[in-house]
């Protein structure tokens, strides 16, 4: 990654750079630990994020030869020292273990191995390697990888797409520590989150070790002295920045994902999969052999030939191409409705062209003087124009086609309970087509999850044909579908007393009049539907006791208006469940695990709403007591209006689709008051929430990349290409 990629962070009150480079500050004490030259072997799907923090250029000046891909059980390297870096899985454990007999024996020369997991160890992975007998010839360390910054306003851990199927199927509940470990280092550097709010088991969870994590904390610190002044961090102080934290987990909003994003970055992500940033392009789309030589016509047309002349001599070249708020343009276009692209596109070709036309009218030296200080920019936009308005047009093939719109027809039919014929018919119609398995799964799971299951006769049909289809491979699929509930038998008697349905009407979630071209809702970004997530985030920023959904007007003080402060509550940590009861007890009367706590109801306000749907709903106040005279000063700066600008911070424990992110940007837009900051635990789409789940699928079938992607090239026996 380029330093230029890097400049469109820091813009923000919180100053998002500094999480990078917590993270790039420890890589070269990771690469000093081994002397000399060395080569580094990535995990695949790490590639990309290390390149989001670190060019390779660093790397080089701390020794890293080569760059090898953690993709196979052999290894051709000439590398005296070996540093691997990946995730703690197992068959990765099988690879190094077999690259290290390998090198071993076929060698002379001794090889040095190193292995440091991201974000930790475990203790499963150090007894596959004790297994193998390779444990006493590698050392073993972590490397504690927390958050990539994606954008001043989006930061993820980049773990892998499976974490909602992980905690809700296998039972296996790292992440949900991984994410809590990451949340206290967000802590840690920005001072504690005055006020959690959220819903859902396993956002309950993540809460509980916040909570538990500070408070072994406070011990250690209380108990070392030298520790907590060796780590300086602000888990002792209530936040000025962050004034409250919501989680939202993917599990009390599946039907949002399941849908085709229509905004311009998320069909990017649809069609062509954006990975840590990274999309990729035709070479010749990116870098032209014949760039246009007269500047005067930067429009479609002239995108469209230089794309052309370019691909006879790049046919089938890919070349990655990095998507974020450096580029100018797409910072304009990624939010928008797709509809509205190409009017955008056309409008901003006609002004560049116009900006180039005046050239013609610089008659004294002033004026060419200023025409060529401008030239650079305007060269780079017409670039970045071109790019866009190729990638447009790709994307249009694709939604031009009768098979998206009938696949979109049904998605919104779907949505908003119109229960007719015609979904199952078209369903059928894609399985006797044998069109990808994944885009009629999340047809029929959408159908299932909003009409409360599907009739026992349908369910039984669908499955049968699925399992002669695509292969008996799939019962396997189809039972993991029904134990996470996506695929389920309707037990009520209609479609319409199902909780979507119930929830849609209590929340809103279909607006008929909406408008693409001047939104004036989040729904726009669904055409039609608003993300159910992205609702309950604006209930939980509505002052308590609203208890419905307002209309959402152009004027937004009353939907965006702000819940209100944290009450002057002393007692250090405040839970505040629907579970419990408030002299301190739970509803099956065991005490509470945190003594001295006040339990009072949360999400007020929207109980029906939440009642409906899975998992517990929580509030947690967080104070710090603080001594009179910090007290006073405190007073004196909130009087004198001296407090520094609010943020909320929003995570997604499971995913979030880069359309969610577009519809918190509006709500940022409509809320001049704070910012927003969304994290999440990766970046997700229809199909890869769903590929983890289906039987063998084959990785190389998916648009969205859970290929490698990033800043590195890669090569088995040469340096990686920058």
């Known amino acids: 990654m380029s330093k230029d990629n890097a400049s469109h962070l820091g813009n923000t009150p919180l100053h998002l750079e500094k999480l ?15 002397r000399g030259k060395k080569g580094l072997v990535l995990d695949p799907q790490l590639t990309g994020p290390l390149s989001l923090i670190a060019e390779f250029t660093l790397l080089k000046d701390h020794g890293v030869e080569k760059i090898y891909h953690l993709d196979s059980d052999t290894l051709d390297s000439d590398c005296s ?35 440091y997991f991201v974000p930790r160890r475990t203790r499963v992975c150090e007894r596959i390697l004790e297994e193998e007998g390779v444990f006493g010839s590698i050392t073993i360390g972590d490397y504690a990888m927390d958050w990539i910054p994606l954008e001043d306003d989006l930061i993820s851990m980049e773990l892998d797409p499976g974490t ?28 504690l989150f005055p006020r959690i709010i959220g819903k859902g088991d396993a956002a309950r969870q993540l809460a509980d070790m916040l909570v538990r994590m500070r408070r072994e904390q406070a011990v250690v610190d209380e108990v070392s002295s030298f520790t907590a002044s060796k780590t300086p961090s602000l888990l002792n102080t209530v936040s000025n920045h962050i004034d409250q934290f919501i989680i939202i987990d993917r599990n009390i909003d599946i039907v949002t994902p399941l849908c085709t994003q229509l905004t311009y970055e998320g069909l990017i992500d649809e069609t062509m999969g954006i990975n840590h940033c990274f999309v990729e392009l035709d070479a010749a789309l990116v870098n032209p052999n014949q760039p246009a030589n007269n ?15 370019g691909t006879a001599n790049q046919a089938g070249k890919k070349k990655k191409y990095v998507l974020n708020a450096s580029d100018k343009l797409f910072s304009q276009l990624r939010d928008q409705n797709f509809a509205v692209v190409g009017g955008m596109l056309n409008k901003i070709a006609k002004r560049i062209n116009e900006n180039y036309e005046e050239r013609h009218h610089a008659k004294t030296v002033a004026q060419i003087r200023d025409f060529v200080g401008r030239l650079g920019e305007l060269q780079q936009e017409h670039q970045s124009l071109r790019i866009h308005t190729g990638i447009a047009e790709q994307i249009m093939e694709y939604t031009i086609t009768d098979e998206f719109n009938r696949i979109l027809e049904v998605q919104q039919n779907v949505v908003a309970g119109i229960d007719g014929n015609k979904e199952p018919d078209y369903i059928e119609e894609m399985i006797n087509k044998q069109k990808s398995l994944i885009q009629v799964l999340r047809l029929l799971c959408l159908m299932s999850l909003a009409q409360g299951g599907l009739k026992v006769k349908l369910y039984d049909h669908f499955r049968r044909e699925i399992v002669q289809t695509y292969g008996y491979e799939h019962v396997e699929t189809l039972h993991r579908l029904e134990a996470l509930g996506l695929l389920a038998k309707r037990t009520t008697a209609a479609p319409s007393r199902s909780a979507f349905s119930q929830n849609r009407r209590l929340l809103r979630l279909i607006v008929d009049d909406v408008d693409e071209f001047h939104p004036n809702d989040i729904s726009y970004v669904y055409s039609g539907y608003a993300p159910m997530s992205v609702r309950l985030v604006q209930c939980a920023m509505q002052k308590l006791g609203g208890g419905s959904i307002a209309n959402t007007g152009a004027s937004a003080a009353s939907l965006f208006s702000y819940v209100g402060g944290i009450n002057g509550a002393n007692t250090g940590t405040t839970f505040i469940g629907r579970d419990e009861k408030p002299n301190g007890t739970s509803t099956n009367g065991k005490l509470n695990p945190n003594p001295g706590v006040t339990v009072t109801n949360g999400w ?10 899975p998992g517990k709903s929580f509030e947690i106040a967080q104070s710090v007591e603080y001594g009179p005279e910090t007290n006073a ?7 004198h209006g001296l407090q520094h600008g609010k ?76």
């Not at 990078?20 to 081994?34: F, G, H, I, N, S």
């Not at 500047?295 to 002349?309: D, H, L």
């Not at 007020?604 to 749907?613: A, F, S, T």
């Open 81 to 115: 020292s070996l540093i691997y870096l990946c995730r703690p899985k197992m068959k990765y454990m099988r690879f190094i273990a077999n690259h290290i007999k390998q090198l071993s024996q076929g060698s002379d020369t001794k090889t040095d191995f190193s292995l």
């Open 647 to 722: 943020t909320t911070v929003i995570f997604f424990l499971g995913g979030c689709t880069f359309t969610e992110v577009s519809a918190i940007r509006f709500l940022a837009q409509h809320d001049e008051s704070r910012d927003y900051l969304v994290a999440t635990t990766q970046m997700i789409n229809g199909n890869t929430f769903l590929e983890p789940i289906v039987q063998s699928i084959q990785k190389q079938t998916s648009a969205h990349g859970t290929g490698t992607s990033g800043g590195y090239g890669v090569a088995q026996n040469a340096a990686p290409d920058m």
């Open 164 to 191: 909602w199927k992980e905690i809700y199927l296998d039972g296996d509940h790292t992440s949900i520590y991984y994410a809590a470990k990451s949340l206290m280092k967000l802590q840690s550097i920005y001072g």
């Open 20 to 34: 990078k480079e917590v993270a790039r500050k420890e890589l070269p004490q990771l690469l000093d630990t081994v």
């Open 295 to 309: 500047p005067s016509k930067p429009g479609a047309s002239g995108a469209t030939a230089q794309a052309t002349s």
């Open 604 to 613: 007020r306000g929207y109980e029906e709403v939440l009642k409906l749907l």
């Open 633 to 639: 000063a405190m007073a004196r700066a909130k009087r």
